[in-house]
């Protein structure tokens, strides 16, 4: 259900340009830590601070030219990120 989301997030910010961010660009932690306080930890209910086996992902990532903003944030389990990571470095273009 996740990737069904992804593509489809990816297709739509492809579709309206909503490309603000690259790879190569810096990852703003103001965004990060907006993201975090909309969205607590899942597994400490915590707004700031870390968040123990989860990490922080772009929906659509930065190396398919999605966004660095709080709304193309979500929570990933560690397990979760490395898997997609491993798909983002074989499909998005750097």
Same mark, same amino acid.
């Given at each position: 259900?996740? !990737? @069904?989301? !992804?593509?489809?997030?990816? @297709?739509?910010?492809?579709?309206? #340009?909503?490309?603000? $961010? ?8 103001? @965004?990060?830590?907006? !993201? +975090? ?11 700031? *601070? ?9 929906? @659509?990532?930065?190396?398919?030219? *999605?966004?660095?903003?709080? !709304? #193309?944030? +979500?929570? +990933? ?5 490395? $898997? ?11």
């Amino acid at each position: 259900m996740r !990737f @069904v989301l !992804f593509i489809a997030a990816m @297709v739509g910010a492809l579709a309206f #340009n909503l490309s603000l $961010a690259s790879a190569s660009e810096h990852r703003s932690r103001a @965004v990060a830590r907006e !993201f +975090q306080r909309e969205h607590p930890c899942p597994s400490t209910g915590r707004t700031r *601070g870390a968040c123990p086996g989860y990490r922080k992902d772009h929906i @659509v990532p930065l190396a398919c030219r *999605g966004s660095d903003t709080a !709304f #193309n944030l +979500q929570w +990933q389990t560690i397990a979760d990120a490395k $898997a997609k990571d491993r798909w983002e470095r074989k499909t998005c273009l750097r």
